[in-house]
């Protein structure tokens, strides 16, 4: 009888430090950085790209046993890419030159898993990396030349005219997080996101075109548990 009650006591001693560290919590946050296009292409190619900015804002629902880590959510992502050094005529042939630049606002479906390494009592690095789908809602280009400067919104019906209007990013956060109190954390993170699927072919240059971006993010992140 003592050795089963003693068993009886290191289970439940073994159990409660995965109980008190189990929590939901809830996580809003955004960024700022910047966006580009990255291309691979087979053929000799000048087109020449340039940084954009990139925003987001997201609130994710997360999971945290002892020190592993899940999280999904919903994002909005703005993000483009600038052409540079374009020459052209019109049908004067008249030659202009100038630059495009290209944003697209995209709702993101982020799946995250992480670790969660405590560095003090306070302070946690919690690198994550996983998936977004993302869909791509509209668009706007901007066109500025030596003799004109015009911007247009491009609709959600005209997306695909442009790219791919959904597939999948890959995605990785590594964030450093504070805790205020039991219920209460604030995190800054280096992320990025880099798309998985192609979001253009160009048939001149027979390349296969993703956008990626590389923003600071701040979060928040609220303790749903005891």
């Known amino acids: 009888m003592n050795a089963v009650k003693i068993i009886v006591s290191l289970l439940m001693l073994a159990n409660m430090p995965a109980t008190a560290q189990t929590k939901f919590y809830f996580k809003p946050s955004a960024g700022v950085g910047t966006g580009n296009l990255s291309q691979r292409s087979q053929t000799i190619n000048t087109t020449t790209y340039a940084k954009t900015p990139a925003t987001y804002g997201g609130l994710a629902l997360g999971y945290r046993v002892n020190r592993f880590d899940i999280s999904a959510g919903v994002t909005y992502m703005r993000i ?3 052409i540079t050094n374009i020459m052209f005529a019109d049908i004067n042939n008249t030659v202009d030159s100038g630059s495009v630049t290209y944003y697209y606002n995209q709702l ?6 992480g670790y969660d390494m405590p560095l003090n009592n306070r302070f946690h690095f919690i690198p994550q990396t996983g998936i ?3 869909y791509t809602l509209n668009g706007r280009y901007e066109l500025e030349t030596m003799k004109t400067h015009r911007k247009e919104t491009i609709p959600a019906n005209a997306v695909s005219n442009f790219g791919n209007t959904m597939g999948v990013y890959s995605t990785t956060h590594l964030n450093i997080s504070y ?3 039991p219920k209460l954390a604030v995190s800054v993170a280096p992320s990025l996101y880099y798309m998985i699927t192609t979001f253009n072919r160009s048939p001149l240059s027979n390349s296969s075109q993703r956008l990626y971006s590389i923003t600071l993010d701040l979060g928040l992140s609220m303790n749903l548990g005891q």
């Open 108 to 113: 993101l479906l982020p799946v995250l898993v």
């Open 80 to 82: 483009g890419y600038k």
């Open 132 to 134: 977004a789908l993302w």
């Open 179 to 181: 805790d205020v109190s």
